[in-house]
DNA sequence: TTTGAAAACGCAATCGATTGCCATGATTTA
DNA sequence: TAAATCATGGCAATCGATTGCGTTTTCAAA
């Protein structure tokens, strides 16, 4: 569209026959400028409907307010929560959020990180996908002296801020709840190893068969099981052992557990007192399903407000490279129906 | 963080021994410079892992090839995937996205369209808060040359490009479906009528009770029922009545369906014999319910691509002011067990 | 060898806002 | 009354990239 002549502050200026310099005074609410001059910008600003050029003003500045943000999938129930938390905090001062996503690809995580950084956003808050392996155009972030804030999928080797879920001890409180509940063999569905918080949740699995003296079956073990269907086929596959599981712990997400679920009533196995099964995520659904199911949830609005508040308190304005620092959030364990095995 | 010294035009120019000019019209693929240099710049923009500054450049240029969001909430189903899908298209174009969240209330609102227009966004995309009756700073925004497009809520009066539903004939086949299933008395949970959605849903209500010849009656007309809570307390009210309905509508929301389920579960009224449920939106969960809840899909994903691809037709480096125009996608009816009476 | 046109590139202004430095006039202090 | 201090506000440079216009260089045609 015509970009229709927009109101400047040398509008402003001119006519009230002062310069620019001053009107830019009175709108920063400097106190190098009179009382009255000021008053009176602003009330012509507010007449001419003035709007600050932000383009102008932020290269000027040489910061944006702005954080961008890069998820695997915007529209995954834990990412879109984490961003409503990252926006709720931010918008209160006046910070805008650049929202990409990388669709689990390597190549479209890089060059929405090189966007941002041509964007200049003062912060990129990233949670890598599954396909990042390499992580140089991370390193090259801090290198451009951009700050940068890692969550839930973290590049460990990287030093940065960072803000996780407790996922081995979660993980661990759940298994254990399953030997409690009197569960014997406990299978587990795992995500791909490379991505560290299914490698924590992996750990937490083996560190409560150990505690409990459980020996560790490599059978009942399933890796890349982290869709509904590729939880669904696992769960085929388990049941068919000549020993099958009488647990499943799907540690990569809620999907995965409902494939194991609907596998289960397909097969007409009841849950919890033939299979017990437990999730991760505490999505809106598990609560839902029949039974409902036992599992994890991350506190994700909560995260996404800790990232912002991280941000303010360590980043902002600040002249020198922050020092890592890992924030840990405990994740909880929901018990539902689905493995009450003894209730 | 330290700002650290980015790489310029100027720098490259300096280690060439030519001007910026060169140097900006070599990284614009201009024809009027030598194919040499040209080669040369972009060889030692490489090396030193030059990257164009964003604001200078749109400020100079007048565009931003950002494209603005406005939704009530960034975290439910149907906004996460209308802006997943937007993300998907204007990514390919090199657009950027600023998105933000109203929270439903209209302050909010009015503060998230001013900062978009202070960023100098292209564009606006934006579906209203429920509080929203005073649109003059959508006006605003068309009135200061940027373009807007409205989605699913939409103020009708506001001549701008609109992408929505077409609530009426989804609602109106979703009520023949339960008429046809034999279901007698159909109860309505309406949503708020200053959002045309609702109202249309509505009069798809009224429609195909008329085209039945099924008297109206207001008794099972409930208003303001759009969340679980209260669709949950509609269906008590509704359900205690002398003469009770035999199926209700939730036409606000598939979670006023859930409050609905929830409250037939508690009364042990068998669904769908006793009573039928219908939802709006094929939020996941429908699917998972005991039993599985009659929805109606709206193509989300496929809503924010045409969303998109409206503006880089209708819109992208037009002069003029466009035309108004109102896309309307036909929702799907998607027949699960909770209606499935006499099957 | 001269002329002309095209190719290549430099100069300088521009997009708006910000800010260090300086000038003016007013007010205060000696 | 003179000198010092302070409050205001103007001037001009700056942030990087872009581009119209003008100048220089190159090369071919006359």
């Known amino acids: 569209m015509k970009p229709k002549k927009r109101i400047t502050i040398y509008d402003i200026a001119e006519k009230l026959n002062i310069t620019a310099s001053s009107v830019s005074r009175a709108l920063n609410n400097s106190n190098h400028v009179n009382e009255a001059t000021k008053n009176l910008v602003l009330k012509t600003a507010a007449e001419l409907n003035y709007k600050r050029n932000l383009l102008a003003s932020n290269l000027r500045m040489g910061k944006t307010k702005t954080i961008g943000v890069v998820v695997p999938r915007i529209n ?30 390597h190549s479209k995580e890089v060059k929405c990180v090189n966007t941002l950084m041509n964007q200049h956003v003062d912060c990129i808050v990233i949670s890598v996908s599954v396909e990042s392996d390499d ?19 973290v590049a460990e080797e990287l030093e940065t801020l960072k803000v996780i879920n407790d996922n081995e001890t979660a993980s661990m409180e759940a298994v254990v709840h399953l030997i409690q ?62 020993q099958p599981p009488d647990a499943i712990f799907a540690s990569t997400s809620d999907f995965s557990a409902l494939g194991v679920l609907d596998v289960a009533h397909d097969m007409d196995i009841k849950v919890p007192s033939q299979l017990g099964i437990l999730g991760y995520s505490n999505e ?60």
Chains 1, 2 share one sequence.
């Open 284 to 343: 809106a659904f598990t609560e839902i399903t029949t039974p409902s199911i036992t599992t994890i949830d991350q506190f994700s609005v909560h995260m996404g407000k800790t990232i912002a508040n991280l941000y303010f308190e360590e980043m902002e304005n600040k002249e020198v490279a922050v020092t890592p620092k890992v924030i840990s959030i405990k994740p909880q364990l929901i018990i539902r129906s689905s493995t009450l095995k003894n209730k």
């Open 181 to 242: 509940q009197g569960y014997k063999r406990i299978a587990l569905l795992e995500g791909p190893q490379n991505l560290s918080i299914f490698k924590q949740r992996k750990t937490g699995y083996l560190n409560a068969l150990k505690k409990y003296n459980i020996p560790i079956n490599n059978e009942l073990i399933i890796e890349n099981a982290w869709t509904k269907e590729l939880g669904a086929a696992a769960t085929r596959k388990l049941l068919s052992l000549p």
């Open 76 to 105: 995954q129930n834990f990412f879109s929560n984490v961003i409503a938390g990252i926006e709720d905090a931010t918008y209160q001062k006046g910070y805008n959020l650049i929202i990409c996503q990388s669709n689990e690809s």
């Open 135 to 153: 992580h140089t155009h991370l390193a090259n972030v801090i290198e451009q002296g951009i700050q940068l804030i890692q969550f839930d999928r």
